[in-house]
Nanobody, 124 residues
């Protein structure tokens, strides 16, 4: 069982930056792939980025080069640094944990544990 709590969302102008953090409970945090996913208004939940248990990272094409995911296994945290934000990045961002195979991690259904979400709003 993993419990996840996100923080760091807010309102920012286009071109600005935000850093999201996720604190996890549970002694097996280091064994999970940790992802960030988002749901924009009127859209399905979509994959943003994942950092695997071995620290390999994957990004959605829409955020590649702008977002950076990282994890600290000693502190049970995962972060998402978001730079050059665009209005289309506006969404509720979720931290999630998965033990699925790496081929499936772009699919939101691969994630068994989810945080409550944090709102990110980018104004134009």
């Amino acid at each position: 069982q993993v419990q996840l709590v996100e923080s760091g969302g807010g309102l920012v102008q286009a071109g600005g930056s935000l850093r999201l953090s996720c604190a996890a409970s549970g002694r097996t945090f280091s064994s999970y792939h940790m992802g960030w996913l988002r749901r924009a208004p009127g859209k399905e939940r979509e994959f943003v980025s994942v950092i695997m248990w071995n620290s390999d990272t994957v990004y959605a094409d829409s955020v590649k080069g702008r977002f950076t995911i990282s994890r600290d296994n000693a502190k049970n945290t995962v972060s998402l640094q978001m730079n050059s934000l665009k209005p289309e990045d506006t969404a509720v961002y979720y931290c999630a944990a998965s033990s699925a195979g790496s081929d499936y991690l772009r699919n939101p259904r691969a994630y068994a544990y989810w945080g409550q979400g944090t709102q990110v709003t980018v104004s134009s």
